[in-house]
């Protein structure tokens, strides 16, 4: 994979296979209005996270969906020389949407793609290698990412949620049911998965600590709705991840299309409940 500078992405290279990660990581989560947000897109696992190499050219959508609905255009500020902030004008809650295409590799060789599969519950190419007699195969796919992050602007609780709660076109997309952000907090963070626009069972969700990223904190299965439930964490900063595949038929460059997605958000340490 070809490094480039994306924001204030580093040059560096990642293990394929190793690091499957990939998320949007503000400077903050809560921030006043006006203020000037770092980004950067991480991935990785465990402490051998780092910013990712990403290419800018990969990069397809990048929004911040806020209280008025309408999607800003965050792609400009991916500045291909130096270092450039987001800044938002209206309080409330914000949506940060990545969405990248899919002409990354991964190609693994059989022992070390099945444990891979296995970790990450991609039950498809599983069933698939199985039922073909392929599992001694090496296994190669093509993926894709699909990052959400949820950023506080202003006070919590006193604008639209809407854009928190509601789907918003990813390929694959976690949908949370409630605002972490609202007030009061809510007990539980229960998050839809959506996949090509319907809700997928049986995809694996991780929810992990962000200051730790050493083995998910709990691990859900979703259920017939697509609905996988966890306690609400009460502070820190937090990623909730599931990745899914499908078999290509007769595809001449892979054969699995895969992809990883993931949602982050964090609480202020001065607000913590």
Same mark, same amino acid.
């Given at each position: $994979?070809?490094?480039?500078? #994306?924001?204030?992405?580093?040059?560096?290279?990642? !293990?394929?296979?190793?690091?499957?990660?990939?998320?949007?990581?503000?400077?903050?989560?809560?921030?006043?209005? !006006?203020?000037?947000?770092?980004?950067? #897109?991480?991935?990785? *696992?465990?402490?051998?996270?780092?910013?990712?190499? /990403?290419?800018?050219?990969?990069?397809?959508?990048?929004?911040?969906?806020?209280? +008025?609905?309408?999607?800003?255009?965050?792609? =400009?500020?991916?500045?291909?020389?130096?270092?450039? *902030?987001?800044?938002?004008?209206?309080?409330?809650?914000?949506?940060?949407? #990545?969405?990248?295409?899919?002409?990354?590799?991964?190609?693994?060789?059989?022992?070390?793609?099945?444990?891979? #599969?296995? &970790?990450?519950?991609?039950?498809?190419?599983?069933?698939?290698?199985?039922?073909?007699?392929?599992?001694?195969?090496?296994?190669?796919?093509?993926?894709?990412?699909?990052?959400?992050?949820?950023?506080?602007?202003?006070?919590?609780?006193?604008?639209?949620?809407?854009?928190?709660?509601?789907?918003?076109?990813?390929?694959?997309?976690?949908?949370?049911?409630? @605002?972490?952000?609202?007030?009061?907090? =809510?007990?539980?963070? =229960?998050?839809?998965?959506?996949?090509?626009?319907?809700?997928?069972?049986?995809?694996?969700?991780?929810?992990?600590?962000?200051?730790?990223?050493?083995?998910?904190? *709990?691990?859900?299965?979703?259920?017939?709705?697509?609905? +996988?439930?966890?306690?609400?964490? !009460?502070?820190?900063?937090?990623?909730?991840?599931?990745?899914?595949?499908?078999?290509?038929?007769?595809?001449? @460059? &892979?054969?699995?299309?895969? /992809?990883?997605?993931?949602?982050?958000?964090?609480?202020?340490?001065?607000? $913590?409940?």
């Amino acid at each position: $994979m070809r490094a480039a500078l #994306l924001l204030l992405i580093g040059i560096c290279v990642v !293990r394929v296979g190793s690091a499957h990660e990939f998320w949007i990581q503000p400077g903050q989560f809560w921030i006043a209005q !006006r203020t000037a947000l770092p980004l950067t #897109l991480q991935v990785g *696992d465990g402490f051998e996270r780092q910013r990712s190499p /990403i290419p800018l050219h990969r990069i397809t959508r990048f929004d911040a969906i806020g209280p +008025a609905g309408a999607p800003i255009d965050v792609r =400009p500020s991916l500045a291909a020389t130096v270092k450039r *902030d987001v800044m938002f004008d209206m309080p409330g809650s914000y949506m940060l949407i #990545l969405e990248t295409d899919d002409r990354a590799y991964s190609r693994q060789p059989a022992e070390r793609f099945n444990a891979y #599969l296995e &970790a990450e519950g991609l039950t498809p190419a599983l069933e698939h290698r199985t039922r073909t007699h392929q599992m001694h195969v090496e296994g190669f796919e093509r993926y894709s990412r699909a990052a959400k992050s949820i950023v506080l602007v202003g006070a919590p609780g006193l604008q639209s949620q809407a854009q928190i709660t509601r789907p918003l076109g990813l390929q694959l997309e976690i949908v949370p049911a409630v @605002d972490p952000y609202s007030e009061p907090r =809510p007990a539980s963070l =229960p998050v839809r998965i959506l996949y090509d626009g319907r809700v997928l069972p049986g995809a694996l969700v991780k929810l992990i600590d962000l200051e730790q990223h050493i083995e998910p904190v *709990d691990a859900r299965r979703s259920d017939s709705m697509g609905l +996988a439930r966890f306690a609400m964490p !009460r502070s820190g900063t937090w990623l909730v991840s599931v990745v899914w595949t499908k078999p290509l038929v007769n595809s001449p @460059d &892979a054969d699995f299309e895969t /992809i990883f997605a993931s949602l982050t958000f964090g609480f202020s340490p001065s607000r $913590m409940r």
